[in-house]
């Protein structure tokens, strides 16, 4: 399989993390869901730092954000699939 540069923790997360240092924009990703060790391929549209998001789908402005099988918060900004996802397009709906 080699090694994966995402990890996604439940089949019903919009969101991944990236799991590898310097991952550049066009970086065609090797994605593994830890639930059940399955995998897909995403093609990274951002340079994306390590431990960071990135968007598994299109997500549009006001829809939930989900990671680890959790409600993180909500898209305050488009979001397409294989962009970076972090403070200036989420934010908790804490606030």
């Known amino acids: 399989m080699g090694v994966p540069q995402l990890l996604v923790h439940d089949p019903k997360d919009s969101v991944g993390v ?3 240092e310097n991952l550049n924009a066009g970086t065609d990703m090797l994605c593994v869901v830890t639930h059940d060790n399955s995998d897909f391929r995403l093609t990274a549209k ?5 431990g960071h998001k990135v ?12 990671k680890y099988g959790q409600d993180i ?13 972090h403070t200036h397009n989420l ?5």
Request: glycine share 8%; proline share 3%; no cysteine.
């Open 18 to 20: 990236v799991v590898v």
């Open 91 to 95: 934010k908790t709906k804490r606030w």
């Open 73 to 85: 918060g909500k898209a305050v900004a488009d979001i397409a699939k294989g962009e970076h996802v």
């Open 55 to 66: 968007a598994l789908k299109d997500i549009k402005s006001g829809d939930t954000v989900w």
């Open 46 to 50: 951002q340079e994306i730092p390590i």
